[in-house]
């Protein structure tokens, strides 16, 4: 059972344009979220973070919005380059679990020049 | 600051063999958390340790173990190798703190033959 969910497995977005990944989840208990950036043969990359008591976080390029009620997570990347062609996975943890995250599937995101 | 190392980046081994995996943290950081990435399932929790004891612990069997010393560099074992524990072997730290981001580093990419 995927108690973290990234329903996506590709998108393909042109340069510019703005890149929404998404990801759902089902454990209540979780209340702490990232985003990382995965390139082939490299460890993920963090990104963003995003604790229960926001509902946004902003760096950057990059904006998480989190809606709670929904379960519902989704990174925001605005302008999308080139560069940003990667893998992104979310995951989500429970702060009271400590250090156990769960991951997502993860997204291949393609930024078109 | 240098960044979490892991060592080795690549390692063929045959089944019923053992092996050791070594991660360095990043300085300062004192929580090692351990990930089993492969294609199918994506990055699946094995365990964490923070001041040398495991805090947390994933779904594997105990085939697989791990250790931390008292320099917060970790090791992480797997004994009598099965062809399905190929993957790419994932070692993120944490802050000072003990919770957070992961930093990860680059893996051990095991291939059991």
């Known amino acids: 059972d995927q108690q973290v969910k990234q329903n996506s497995p590709s998108l393909s977005v042109q340069e510019g344009r703005i890149s929404i990944l998404n990801c759902d989840y089902t454990n209540s208990m979780f209340d702490y979220f990232l985003w990382y950036k995965k390139y082939p043969a490299e460890g993920p990359t963090f990104l963003i973070s995003?604790?229960?008591?926001?509902d946004k976080n902003e760096d950057g390029r990059f904006t998480v919005f989190l809606n709670k009620s929904a379960k519902h997570l989704s990174l925001h990347i605005v302008p999308s380059q080139p560069g940003d062609s990667a893998v992104y996975f979310c995951a989500a943890s429970a702060t009271n679990y400590g250090q156990n995250f769960v991951f997502g599937p993860g997204t291949r995101l393609s930024v078109l020049p | 600051k240098a960044g979490v190392t892991q060592t080795p980046r690549y390692l063929i081994k045959t089944r019923g063999q053992q092996v050791t995996l070594s991660c360095s943290p990043i300085?300062?950081?004192?929580?090692v958390s351990w990930y089993q990435q492969t294609p199918g399932q994506g990055l699946q929790f094995l365990f964490e340790y923070f001041s040398e004891t495991q805090r947390n612990k994933g779904n594997f069997p105990g085939r697989f173990s791990g250790r931390q010393f008292s320099n917060s560099r970790s090791e992480m074992n797997v004994s009598t190798l099965e062809l399905g524990d190929s993957a790419l072997y994932l070692c993120?730290?944490?802050?000072?703190?003990?919770?957070?981001?992961?930093?990860f580093g680059p893996g051990t990419r095991l291939t059991v033959l």
């Open positions: 300085s300062g950081h004192r929580s």
């Open positions: 993120a730290s944490t802050g000072t703190s003990g919770y957070g981001e992961q930093f």
């Open positions: 995003i604790s229960s008591i926001k």
